[in-house]
Antibody, heavy 116, light 110 residues
């Protein structure tokens, strides 16, 4: 059974960089897209971006200038970096496996709060 | 890219059927048969309920079904049960090879 687990700081100061890692267990990373998705408090889901196992990436145009996703298939994890964060980036951040356009396995999510 | 349009809320009584719609454009919903539907109970991970417009992943009840016509996709839940009360989101692959979600629909089982 594939499992994903997000990890990283729960509190980030404004203007600093948010860094999260998603560890994948129970399956290979090869052949899949690996997504980051977030949900601000009281709002809907927002796709942040994905990375293919080869390292090819694509990002939400509204976040592209601030986001980098990387992958380390040898360690079965992928990571998210988001620069210059503001309070608007406060959200539950999910990682998910993408099989085509479908996200079939999700992590439990981690709350990241942007505050001084 | 703009979020797909979903009705904010829908309700139904146990045993009834409801349909949630998801409207996009020819650049996303209308472009490919890559529409997914997710069930999200607060505090839990979203769950894939429908993939590729109308496919049910293993373990998903056959009370859930999906379809698409033009730029609008729909998911129907038949035989409503209390456990179906949740938020539901659609998502679509786009011609830019990105993903876009709908704004979400809150389902209340009366």
């Amino acid at each position: 059974q594939v499992q994903l687990q997000e990890s990283g700081p729960g509190l980030v100061k404004p203007s600093e960089t948010l860094s999260l890692t998603c560890t994948v267990s129970g399956g290979s990373m090869r052949g899949y897209f690996w997504n980051w998705i977030r949900q601000p408090p009281g709002k809907g889901l927002e796709w942040i971006g994905y990375i293919y196992h080869t390292g090819s990436t694509n990002y939400n145009p509204s976040l592209k200038s601030r986001v980098t996703i990387s992958v380390d298939t040898s360690r079965n994890h992928f990571s998210l970096k988001m620069t210059s964060v503001t309070a608007a980036d406060t959200a539950v951040y999910y990682c998910a496996r993408g099989d085509g356009g479908n996200s079939d396995y999700w992590g439990q999510g981690t709350l990241v709060t942007v505050s001084s | 890219q703009s979020a797909l349009t979903q009705t904010a809320s829908v309700s139904g009584s146990p045993g009834q059927s409801i349909t949630i719609s998801c409207t996009g454009t020819s650049s996303d919903v209308g472009a490919y048969n890559y529409v997914s539907w997710y069930q999200h109970h607060p505090g839990k991970a979203p769950k894939l309920m429908i993939s590729d417009v109308s496919n049910r992943p293993s373990g998903v009840s056959n009370r859930f079904s999906g379809s698409k016509s033009g730029n609008t996709a729909s998911m129907t839940i038949s035989g409503l049960q209390a456990e179906d009360e949740a938020d539901y989101y659609c998502s679509s692959f786009t011609i830019s090879s990105t993903l876009v979600f709908g704004g979400g629909t809150k389902l209340t089982v009366l």
